[in-house]
């Protein structure tokens, strides 16, 4: 069992996470004469998104994608469900939050590219092989329980879904934006990552990886 430091335990709190590891999937490689598919990570002050094209979803993000007529991308966070949900903040929000419980996805359809939706923020675009964005969005697909949403989100066009994982503080969101795009076949590696600046530099340096114009070793 890993250690678990205050600045993790506090990390853990305002990251709003939770759940186990999962295994480290296969690699896909981009198929020659194929175009690449891309995904954006958006980091919102301490929270990160997954943000990834409205088309090809599998089940039951597809009849999320029905209640939001005229999306084109989708941004998904985790997160713990009281804290997302109830607006619970201050000392005691934090000690229940770092006792676990149950946690929710946050759906957010958008009409426009996320670096024109969230234009304020921090972004990073990725590219990924189109199975490896098809794996991603069954990552998020498997844990939802229901394609009932729990509640209308925080703003027009997002909503409140119940994840099959709990919450736990010693993984955050930005671990989970991690192990999604690990499922992609991205090489994020979710190990210590607790907070956004530890995520949007391991997604920076995959994206700089995987530029077509990098020099081979």
């Known amino acids: 069992m890993r250690s678990v430091t205050r600045r993790g335990l506090i990390g853990g709190a305002l990251g709003l996470a939770g759940c186990s590891r999962i295994e480290a999937p296969a690699a896909f490689v981009q198929p020659p004469g194929l175009p690449a598919a891309e995904v954006v990570v958006t ?14 979803l599998p089940a039951p993000i597809d009849q999320v994608a029905d209640r939001f007529p005229g999306v084109t991308w989708f941004a998904v966070g985790f997160g713990d469900r009281s804290w997302f949900m109830d607006g619970a903040r201050g000392p005691l929000a934090i000690l229940a939050a770092l006792g676990g419980g ?4 946050l759906f957010t359809g958008l009409s426009a590219p996320p670096e024109v939706a969230f234009e304020r923020y921090d972004q990073v675009r990725l590219r990924i092989a189109p199975e490896g ?3 991603a969005k069954r990552f998020i697909a498997d844990q939802m329980e229901s394609a009932e ?8 066009g997002s909503l409140f879904y119940a994840t099959r ?4 503080a010693t993984y955050t ?5 991690a192990d999604a795009l690990r499922a992609g076949g991205l090489g994020v590696d979710p190990t210590g990552v607790a907070f956004a600046d530890q995520l949007m530099a391991a997604v920076r340096a995959e994206r700089d990886r995987r ?3 990098r020099p081979e070793a």
Do not use: M, Q, S, V
């Open 43 to 56: 980091r919102r002050d301490w929270h990160t998104d997954i943000c990834f094209p409205a088309a090809d």
């Open 102 to 105: 149950p946690a929710a996805l």
């Open 133 to 135: 964005l098809a794996a």
């Open 149 to 156: 949403p729990l509640a209308r989100g925080p703003y027009a």
């Open 165 to 168: 994982l709990p919450y736990a």
């Open 173 to 177: 969101c930005n671990t989970w934006t």
């Open 211 to 213: 530029r077509p114009d």
